[in-house]
């Protein structure tokens, strides 16, 4: 009976709390709703820094061109293909232009949230990007003609053959030509490097040379298509608002000319001049407050706008595709699954041109009409025992750009320029030495090879933390089984802070870099540090499934929370269902380091109920019970605001609008919640 008595009071009590939790809902919904208006207003500021991007281009008059603008990048296109004889130094020179061209407008198509991105203008960038990278290896090929026309001239006096090497920021150029011919001659080495080829006796007897040109960047990888689910789901919110706009755009005029009318009428029955003009000031006055009132309605309006279309875009981040890529041919490369590293090695044996030769103080040359030639290795026409043993494999060994890291050793893909995609046939004894950063294959037929990782190998992650550092400045803390990498946010910028590679200090070009949110996400993918799923991570990783609005609404508020609260992983979060979150949560205010063990609260939050929980980190079981004398709270806002102080609450009114923004930004990206 006792027990019973027990049991029956817990009810009770539960009953009570649920009902004033019902009580003030409406109340604490309405007050995040005001809270969460920082998420439109970052996003007005985004696309005000846009638009004023396109007017710093305008005003800067530097000669480049804008290239959003169609007819300035023909333009430029149109001119540049006109240039000819360029020498390899010009064109990359002139290289670093068009990076910058295409860095831009892939920013641009990253950054414009799709809803903004109308079908024509992305086919227009996408259509630029492709044309000035198809111009640009054009130019490169071409300078590599005029370079091997001058083999004989830049001779090298011991070996008899040309070598020659040009290195830049963005390419390294190896070309070794063959003049002498030797059939002793078959290991090509480039500057005294281990970077080269083993060749076989059927080249080092032929007319041939050999390219091996390394672009720090990938222009070989077909572009990724821009989403059109999240354009036809946030063009519907929009046509909805938008449509109540009209409404009320037309009910607030037909009210204006009934104000009219009312006042005409009045201004018409009273005869005397002085009741008249008293009457006129009283038709401005209230004419104006009827203007004002439209003004400030559509001024709502907007932001309702705005927050319906941010709202369903971060939703349409969380959520998971439902099929798996199938089409992909034999031995073809999941770009779902796998990354590109370390830019494009375009491997290519060419047919030596015409040398220029001496001839009564001229140097004459004979100049091919198709240009610069590819040696067909092995020959379409050959029989199969005859290439198993005359046109063996070649081998290669490159060397790792210095900026990747890889946690495995690197995977070696092919480019087959008829299927249009990376596979993995035709590559053997592949061969990685780390320290060296060198790894070595044997090819059968030549052409753009590139290295790739598994884009996952760094998920599910072990832990992760969030914590405040100063006023509108967090670091983000991901510990992964390979890698502990620390991200710091501040307002709308972000910097990798540091990184541990297996425990140890690693250091990395991008340490110390603020860049904008989407440039360094980018930056940390190209790197090889790639901590953001995809909609397709789920089929390639064991994930901890959350229902993408439960876990939508736990980042955004976690977002404003974060310059007084810091955040943790919770292993309970793995046991509690799909709808509910669970996390470690402490107030925060300290801007040194902190402490070993610090006393953190459990909360769980399902989207629309916030508790604390009784049960802590290191309790023997799962338990939903609640924390003796807490209660229910609509809000994770509502539910710290419990035990906060004053001046933590007063740090969270204060907070940036666009650092709250990046925050929310970083955490629906790396997906903690259920990646962990």
Not at 185 to 210: C, H, K, M, N
Not at 562 to 572: E, V
Not at 577 to 586: A, E, L
Request: hydrophobic content about 35%; some cysteine.
């Amino acid at each position: 009976m006792e027990k019973l008595e027990i049991k029956r009071i817990e009810r009770e009590k539960w009953r009570q709390l649920e009902a004033k939790d019902l009580e003030r809902r409406n109340e604490e919904l309405e007050e995040l709703y005001l809270l969460e208006r920082c998420f439109p207003e970052a996003e007005k500021l985004k696309r005000e820094t846009r638009l004023l991007s396109q007017w710093k281009h305008y005003i800067q008059c530097d000669g480049s061109p804008d290239p959003s603008v169609s007819q300035e990048i023909n333009t430029f296109i149109s001119l540049w293909k006109e240039e000819t004889n360029e020498t390899f130094e010009e064109v990359i020179g002139k290289s670093k232009l068009v990076l910058n061209l295409i860095d831009k407008l892939k920013l641009i198509l990253l950054e414009t949230p799709p809803y903004d991105l109308q079908d024509k203008i992305v086919t227009q960038y996408q259509g630029s990007i492709l044309e000035l990278q198809e111009l640009l290896h054009c130019k490169f090929n071409t300078a590599t003609e005029i370079l091997l026309r001058q083999a004989s001239t830049l001779a090298d006096l011991d070996s008899g053959n040309m070598e020659k090497v040009i290195q830049d920021e963005n390419i390294t150029l190896y070309v070794w030509a063959n003049l002498k011919k030797n059939p002793r001659y078959r290991s090509v080495r480039f500057s005294e490097t281990q970077i080269g080829f083993e060749i076989p006796r059927i080249l080092a007897t032929s007319d041939i040379a050999l390219r091996l040109l390394h672009t720090h960047y990938d222009h070989v990888t077909p572009l990724r298509p821009v989403p059109t689910s999240l354009q036809e789901h946030t063009s519907t919110i929009t046509n909805l608002v938008r449509d109540e706009e009209k409404n009320l755009e037309a009910a607030i005029s037909k009210e204006m000319q009934e104000e009219c009318k009312q006042e005409e009428n009045e201004s018409n029955s009273v005869h005397e001049e002085e009741i008249k003009v008293e009457d006129q000031g009283e038709t401005e006055v209230k004419m104006s407050s009827v203007q004002e009132e439209p003004e400030v309605t559509k001024c709502e309006l907007e932001m309702k706008l705005i927050s319906e279309t941010v709202l369903a875009a971060q939703l349409l981040l969380l959520e998971n595709a439902h099929e798996k890529p199938s089409d992909l041919d034999d031995n073809e490369v999941d770009l779902c699954q796998f990354t590109t590293l370390g830019g494009v090695y375009h491997l290519d044996i060419l047919e030596l041109p015409p040398q220029c030769k001496p001839m009564k103080g001229w140097m004459v040359v004979e100049i091919l009409k198709e240009g610069l030639q590819k040696y067909i290795y092995p020959p379409e026409t050959t029989e199969d025992f005859e290439t198993e043993y005359s046109f063996p494999p070649i081998e290669v060994t490159l060397e790792v750009h210095e900026n990747v890291i890889f946690f495995e050793d690197p995977m070696v893909a092919r480019w087959d320029a008829e299927g249009k995609h990376w596979k993995t046939d035709g590559i053997s004894n592949v061969s990685y030495k780390s320290e060296e950063r060198l790894i070595t294959f044997n090819l059968e037929t030549f052409g753009p090879v590139t290295l790739i990782q598994d884009s996952h190998i760094n998920m599910p992650y072990q832990s992760w933390e969030l914590r405040p550092l100063d006023v509108n400045k967090v670091l983000l803390s991901v510990t992964t089984i390979f890698a502990e990498i620390q991200i710091q946010i501040k307002e709308n910028l972000c910097m990798l802070a540091s990184i541990k590679v297996n425990n140890k200090k690693h250091s990395s070009i991008l340490e110390g870099r603020w860049m904008t949110p989407v440039s360094f996400i980018t930056a940390l993918k190209e790197a090889g540090l790639n901590i953001f799923p995809t909609r397709h991570s789920h089929f390639y990783v064991i994930i901890n499934y959350k229902v993408p609005l439960t876990e939508m609404k736990a980042y955004r508020q976690m977002a404003l929370l974060s310059s007084a609260f810091a955040f943790g992983w919770s292993r309970w979060n793995m046991l509690c269902d799909s709808k509910k979150v669970v996390f470690k949560v402490r107030e925060h205010l300290r801007k040194e380091e902190p402490i070993e063990d610090p006393n953190w609260a459990l909360l769980m939050f399902s989207g629309d109920r916030a508790q604390r929980l009784k049960i802590d980190e290191y309790s023997d079981t799962f338990s939903e019970a609640l924390k003796e004398e807490t209660e229910f709270h609509s809000t994770l806002y509502h539910m710290v605001k419990d035990f906060a102080s004053e001046e933590a609450m007063e740090k969270i009114r204060s907070s940036n609008d666009q650092f709250i923004d990046s925050v929310g930004h970083m955490l629906l990206l790396t997906r903690v919640l259920s990646y962990s």
